[in-house]
T-cell receptor, first 114, second 112 residues
Framework: DAGVTQSPTHLIKTRGQQVTLRCSPK?????VSWYQQALGQGPQFIFQ???????QRGNFPDRFSGHQFPNYSSELNVNALLLGDSALYLC?????????????FGEGSWLTVV | DAKTTQPTSMDCAEGRAANLPCNHS???????VYWYRQIHSQGPQYIIH???NNETNEMASLIITEDRKSSTLILPHATLRDTAVYYC?????????????FGTGTRLTVIP
């Protein structure tokens, strides 16, 4: 158990709708990142949050947004859902340290867009 | 960050050592080598990481060549539960704290 908690585990949404996914990092960690993993592919970095601010962003459109709360938990929001947004969404947590730190992943949230 | 090259798939007999290679010929001196694995439909599981020296923990050993251009992950006694996709990732200070670049990985199948 990596200690990273995500919810919900599975959900189904309709095209055009909005979705919010939640993540609680491992105890003691202050940095949260989100990844998208399409079927058959490796995880792709969406963005990273530290001190309640987005610090780094991958190649994802503005429909993907996030938030980090004072207790370090985080939300991923996706607006105007497309069929191609169907994927496993992963949360990763660590202590902010640029090199050599250990990053732990949650079990993910499976999103199906119909 | 340096990119990595891994074989697409490997088989290993149950109870034998599984040796998973990874090439990272463009690695920089301050970049670490990380290994994760992902069992079907689950989140990536951290295995081990290292910079220069060989590392060992309760899950595996990581052998890094002296020139650091390649490494090998060793699972000493593979079990059926080790069947998974194994990712070798190189990460350095130019990367954000949690930004890992996952390639295609090696699909390890442990055979009874």
């Amino acid at each position: 158990d990596a200690g990273v908690t995500q919810s919900p585990t599975h959900l189904i949404k309709t095209r055009g709708q909005q979705v919010t996914l939640r993540c609680s990092p491992k105890s003691g960690h202050d940095t949260v990142s989100w990844y998208q993993q399409a079927l058959g592919q490796g995880p792709q970095f969406i963005f990273q949050y530290y001190e309640e601010e987005e610090r780094q962003r991958g190649n994802f459109p503005d429909r993907f947004s996030g938030h980090q709360f004072p207790n370090y938990s985080s939300e991923l929001n996706v607006n105007a859902l497309l069929l191609g947004d169907s994927a496993l969404y992963l949360c990763a947590s660590s202590l902010l340290q640029t090199n050599g730190n250990t990053i732990y992943f949650g079990e993910g949230s499976w999103l199906t867009v119909v | 960050d340096a990119k990595t090259t891994q074989p697409t798939s490997m088989d290993c007999a149950e109870g034998r050592a599984a040796n998973l290679p990874c090439n990272h010929s463009t690695i920089s001196g301050n970049e670490y080598v990380y290994w994760y694995r992902q069992i079907h439909s689950q989140g990536p599981q951290y295995i081990i990481h290292g910079l220069k020296n060989n590392e060992t923990n309760e899950m595996a050993s990581l052998i890094i060549t002296e020139d650091r251009k390649s490494s090998t992950l060793i699972l000493p006694h593979a079990t059926l539960r080790d069947t998974a996709v194994y990712y070798c990732i190189v990460r350095g200070p130019s990367t954000g704290a949690n930004n890992l670049f996952f390639g295609t990985g090696t699909r390890l199948t442990v055979i009874p």
